[in-house]
């Protein structure tokens, strides 16, 4: 997976709104883990607690998941969402060190409003 060239170009696309609308109408499609980890992002872009640099980070990775053509479209089966895993994965990565245990839980919490029950290994990162 190679992740779009300057993520935080992106953030631009990104609004709450937008965020959750996107969610809602491809959950399904994306899958448990890319959902997963945009909770995790959108969790800790809430918290107060994180840097500038890191809130443009994910403001930037959450954006590329909103926009509607990127590398590759996200209806395509089996392959539209991996681009969008792959920016979601390096913010991740980026600013990990902000996910508290009360993120995780609310990130699971609100994915299970999605997906049910869902295993560990299921959204393993």
């Given at each position: 997976?190679?992740?779009p060239d300057n993520i935080e170009s992106y953030g631009d696309n990104?609004?709450?709104s937008k965020f959750w609308d996107k969610l809602a109408t491809t959950a399904k499609k994306a899958g448990a883990?890319?959902?997963?980890?945009?909770?995790?992002?959108?969790?800790?872009?809430?918290?107060?607690?994180?840097?500038?640099?890191d809130k443009t980070i994910i403001i930037g990775a959450l954006g590329y998941l909103i926009l509607p053509?990127?590398?590759?479209?996200d209806f395509i089966v089996g392959l539209g969402f991996?681009?969008?895993?792959?920016?979601?994965?390096?913010?991740?990565?980026?600013?990990?060190?902000?996910?508290?245990p009360d993120i995780e839980q609310q990130a699971k919490a609100k994915l299970a409003d999605w997906f049910g029950d869902v295993e560990e290994n299921d959204i393993k990162i």
């Open positions: 997976m190679k992740t990104y609004s709450e883990k890319v959902v997963y980890l945009a909770l995790l992002l959108y969790y800790v872009l809430m918290s107060p607690n994180v840097s500038k640099r053509v990127d590398l590759i479209p991996t681009d969008d895993a792959a920016a979601l994965i390096w913010a991740y990565r980026k600013i990990s060190t902000n996910i508290t």
